[in-house]
C-alpha cells in the first residue's frame, strides 16, 4: 500500500540556519503532497501543498517541490527560527485507481528543535 | 472565523467506561476524520465520514464508533472494548471528500485512562 517515509528527528539547528526534512513516498497513481506542524498540544495546520509533479509549494518561508523521479517531496528554509521548533509531518492523499479515497497517510512526523 | 472545534480538550476514562469526543465545524466541509495519534508515531485513521448519514472504518476501528447525522458534527464514542484508549485524539475535516485539497484540524482531546 501507499506510504510515507521520514527522516528520524529530533533535528537541532542554531537559529537562521539551513533546514531539510528528508521526505519520499510509494504510492500508485498521482497523489497530492502535503506537509503539516504541529506545535505543542495543539493540532496539525496545513504548511504546504503541492497536487502533481514538479510543482512547488510555499508557506512562511518553507519550501517544497513534488519530486516524481524520486518520489520525493523535501521540506526546506532557508533560516530558521526558534518559534519554527515544532513536529513536521509529511503526507500523501491516497488514491484507489484514478480516484481520490478521501484518507490522507501521513509520516511518524520529524520533530525540529531550534536553538537560538 | 470558520473552523473545527474539539471538546474537552482533556478527557479521563474509568476502566469500563464509554466516552464521547465531541467534533463541530462550521467549515461547511463534506468530509469528516477522527485519527489517533500516540508519543512518536504518526496519525492513525480511526474512522471517516465523506457525506452525511455514512462513514467507514479507518484502520484502527475496533473499539470506537461513531455517528454522522449532521453535517457539522462527528462525534467519536471510545467504547470499553478499546484496551489501549489512552492518547490523542485528532478530528479533521476536508471541502472535498477525495482528500486531495488536504485537511484542516481540530486542536484534539488528550484522553486518559484512570
Known amino acids: 500500500g501507499d506510504s510515507v517515509t521520514q527522516m528520524e528527528g529530533p533535528v537541532t539547528l542554531s537559529e537562521e540556519a539551513f533546514l531539510t526534512i528528508n521526505c519520499t513516498y510509494t504510492a500508485t497513481g498521482y497523489p497530492s503532497l502535503f506537509w503539516y506542524v504541529q506545535y505543542p498540544g495543539e493540532g496539525l495546520q496545513l504548511l504546504l501543498k503541492a497536487t502533481k509533479a514538479d510543482d512547488k509549494g510555499s508557506n512562511k518561508g518553507f519550501e517544497a517541490t513534488y519530486r516524481k523521479e524520486t518520489t520525493s517531496f523535501h521540506l526546506e528554509k532557508g533560516s530558521v527560527q526558534v518559534s519554527d521548533s515544532a513536529v513536521y509531518f509529511c503526507a500523501l492523499s491516497d488514491r484507489r485507481g484514478s480516484s481520490n479515497t478521501g484518507k490522507l497517510i501521513f509520516g511518524q512526523g520529524t520533530t525540529l528543535q531550534v536553538k537560538p | 472565523d470558520g473552523g473545527i472545534t474539539q471538546s474537552p480538550k482533556y478527557l479521563f476514562r474509568k476502566e469500563g467506561q464509554n466516552v464521547t469526543l465531541s467534533c463541530e465545524q462550521n467549515?461547511?466541509?463534506?468530509?469528516m476524520y477522527w485519527y489517533r495519534q500516540d508519543p512518536g508515531q504518526g496519525l492513525r485513521l480511526i474512522y471517516y465520514?465523506?457525506?452525511?448519514?455514512?462513514?467507514q472504518k479507518g484502520d484502527i476501528a475496533e473499539g470506537y464508533s461513531v455517528s454522522r447525522e449532521k453535517k457539522e458534527s462527528f462525534p467519536l464514542t471510545v467504547t470499553s472494548a478499546q484496551k489501549n484508549p489512552t492518547a490523542f485524539y485528532l478530528c479533521a475535516s476536508s471541502i472535498d471528500p477525495g482528500g486531495a485539497s488536504g485537511y484542516t484540524f481540530g486542536s484534539g482531546t488528550r484522553l486518559t485512562v484512570v
Open positions: 465520514s465523506q457525506i452525511v448519514n455514512d462513514f
Open positions: 467549515l461547511n466541509h463534506d468530509a
